[in-house]
């Protein structure tokens, strides 16, 4: 069975406090993504990395940096917390290729609250 | 306009009946249409994918896409209790880059 983990389920941080959210799969997956999940929005892709080192933005990816030091490790960094980053974040990972990447498989998610 | 359209809801039914969710969207590049089930905290979790137009059937679950309409549909048949969830419907293809695009999800509860 493919596993997503992530580091933390609940998570309670002060305004201008530096966020690590770590994510870990453990099936050689090449992409690792990072989203956001808000009512009504959806998912909302942060950031995505399709090999160690490698990163591209996704479509909202201002206030977010991230780090792939190690291919089965995904990090999400909020450089200093802010109220309207308080959301629900997932973490996932696919193959890579055509025809292999649809199929995402995604953590349990981490409920940040930033006050 | 958003690249794919999905109702809210919520969507109550009684237990035993056919359940419709369905999805509209913008870009015609999407080739694979996928349709990821949620349980309340939890992450999505693949239920069903399509590629290109046409249905595709697994148990109780059937995926439908129209690729002349734009419109994906997915049906439950005998919905049970444990259908309760919410359902998203995502998209990917050669649009030029490498995302998933989803739909905001759509909540399903089954009364018994």
């Known amino acids: 069975d493919v596993k997503v983990t992530q580091s933390s389920r609940y998570l309670v941080k002060r305004t201008g406090e530096k966020v690590f959210l770590e994510c870990v799969q453990d099936?050689?997956?090449?992409?690792m993504f990072w989203y956001r999940q808000d009512p009504g929005l959806g998912l909302r892709l942060i950031y995505f990395s399709y090999d160690v080192k490698m990163k591209e933005k996704g479509d909202i990816p201002e206030g977010y940096s991230v780090s792939r030091e190690k291919k089965e490790r995904f990090s999400l960094i909020l450089e200093s917390a802010s109220t309207n980053q308080t959301s629900m974040y997932l973490c996932?990972?696919?193959?890579?290729?055509?025809?292999?990447?649809?199929?995402?498989?995604f953590g349990p998610g981490t409920r940040l609250t930033v006050t | 306009q958003k690249e794919v359209e999905q109702d809210p809801g919520p969507l109550s039914v009684p237990e035993g009946a056919i359940v419709s969710l369905n999805c509209t969207y913008s870009n015609s590049a999407f080739q694979y249409f996928m349709w990821y089930r949620q349980y309340s905290r939890k992450g999505p979790e693949l239920l069903m994918y399509?590629?290109?137009?046409g249905n595709k059937e697994d148990g109780r679950f059937t995926a439908q896409v129209d690729k002349s309409s734009k419109y994906i549909s997915l049906f439950i048949r005998d919905s049970q209790p444990s259908d309760s969830a919410t359902y998203l419907c995502?998209?990917?293809?050669?649009?030029?880059?490498?995302?998933?695009?989803f739909g905001a999800g759509t909540r399903l509860f089954v009364k018994a």
């Open positions: 995502a998209m990917s293809g050669n649009t030029g880059g490498f995302k998933t695009i």
């Open positions: 099936m050689d997956h090449e992409n």
């Open positions: 399509t590629y290109s137009s």
């Open positions: 996932a990972s696919s193959l890579m290729g055509q025809g292999k990447d649809y199929e995402q498989y």
